[in-house]
């Protein structure tokens, strides 16, 4: 299995903070790699994929990078609806591993 | 508009069965690769199982042989069949559609809440 691992596991921003979290993936995922939003009680919300690729309707204060196998999602500008948990997911193969989150909260 | 909608989720013994599904309109399932995830209380995402549009089905090793993915074409919904349940499955299962090769699962259900315990 493809060992995702997420950093940091908490971060604490203040509005118009930019904020930068980090995954790593135990091997080579080539681009296979999406970045997932949820809010607590919801589903979670797909902002990028194939490492920088914005999906449709997400603002474009969210970036993804990548270097190798460290992948990096950014965020321009925190706004309050941005506080929420953020993981990583490669897709490159199965079983499809997710990182263990990062909770983006209130400084 | 895509909707994706969960149900059949409850409570359940350990060792008893359930019939998970996810309807779906304004997106023809049969087309794109549908999955299924899980998150146990208050832990992090599991991906659970895919049902490619070849109908070729992939599991995580966690659920193997206890878990069967399919679709139903004509009703336009996929199915999770969760046999020999472990108080490990509790979780809030969700169904997401990957739209083909390269992309994220970009619709996602609400979420059916399944509960093993005696």
């Known amino acids: 299995d493809i060992q995702m691992t997420q950093s940091p596991s908490i971060l604490s921003a203040s509005v118009g903070d930019r904020v930068t979290i980090t995954c790593r993936a135990g091997?080579?995922?080539?681009?296979?790699l999406a970045w997932y939003q949820q809010r607590p009680g919801r589903a979670p919300k797909l902002l990028l994929y194939?490492?920088?690729t914005l999906e449709s309707g997400v603002p474009s204060r969210f970036s993804g990078g990548e270097s190798g196998t460290e992948f990096t999602l950014t965020i321009n500008g925190l706004q309050p609806d941005d506080f929420a948990t953020y993981y990583c997911q490669q897709y490159n193969a199965y079983p499809w591993t997710f990182g263990q989150g990062t909770k983006v909260e209130i400084k | 508009e895509v909707q994706l909608v969960e149900s059949g989720g409850g409570l359940v013994q350990p060792g008893g069965s359930l019939r998970l599904s996810c309807a779906a309109s304004g997106v023809t399932l049969s087309r794109h690769d549908m999955s299924w995830f899980r998150q146990a209380p208050g832990k992090g995402l599991e991906w659970v199982s895919t049902l490619i549009s070849t109908d070729e089905p992939f599991y995580a090793d966690s659920v193997k042989g206890r878990f069967i993915i399919s679709r139903d074409s004509f009703r336009n919904t996929l199915f999770l069949q969760m046999n020999s349940l472990r108080a490990e499955d509790t979780a809030i299962y969700y169904c997401?559609?990957?739209?083909?090769?390269?992309?994220?699962?970009?619709?996602w259900g609400q979420g059916t809440l399944v509960a093993v315990s005696s």
């Open positions: 194939k490492a920088s």
């Open positions: 997401a559609r990957k739209i083909g090769y390269g992309y994220g699962s970009d619709y």
């Open positions: 091997q080579s995922i080539s681009s296979w």
